[in-house]
């Protein structure tokens, strides 16, 4: 089952409210989840628009779950370390892949 963590949409008409949860990839825009990880307020004032559980999306990112784009922003926004730490992760990914794909092309000449 593939993850990602996404925003779902709450509220009512012109007073939109989002949770940032963990979902199916295949699953609706605001249907079933797995975990609600947080939630965005994009009307509230700056400090109270914002919440989230970064140990939880820390979890699932760990798990394999991807970051949507806007929900990446957001937790950019509170916990950059995660985001830095996702990063890195990512790059020492390419680093062993291309150290590997060296190796191969120095044996076979």
Same mark, same amino acid.
């Given at each position: 089952?593939? &993850?990602?963590?996404?925003?779902?949409?709450?509220?009512?008409?012109?007073?939109?409210? @989002?949770?940032?949860? #963990?979902?199916?990839?295949?699953?609706?825009?605001?249907?079933? @989840? #797995?975990? $609600? #990880?947080?939630? @965005?307020?994009?009307?509230?004032?700056?400090?109270?628009? =914002?919440? &989230?559980?970064?140990?939880?999306?820390?979890?699932? &990112?760990?798990?394999?779950?991807?970051?949507? *784009?806007?929900?990446?922003?957001?937790? =950019?926004? !509170?916990?950059?370390?995660?985001?830095?730490?996702?990063?890195?992760?990512?790059?020492?990914?390419?680093?062993? *892949?291309?150290?590997?794909?060296?190796?191969?092309?120095? $044996? !076979? !000449?």
């Amino acid at each position: 089952m593939a &993850l990602k963590i996404r925003l779902r949409q709450q509220g009512r008409n012109n007073r939109a409210f @989002y949770r940032l949860v #963990v979902t199916d990839v295949r699953s609706p825009r605001d249907g079933k @989840y #797995v975990e $609600a #990880v947080g939630w @965005y307020d994009p009307i509230a004032k700056e400090d109270k628009s =914002l919440s &989230l559980k970064t140990d939880r999306i820390q979890h699932w &990112l760990n798990e394999g779950a991807e970051l949507t *784009e806007r929900a990446e922003s957001l937790v =950019l926004k !509170a916990a950059p370390e995660i985001i830095r730490g996702q990063t890195e992760r990512v790059l020492k990914n390419k680093a062993k *892949e291309a150290a590997k794909r060296k190796a191969r092309k120095k $044996a !076979a !000449a």
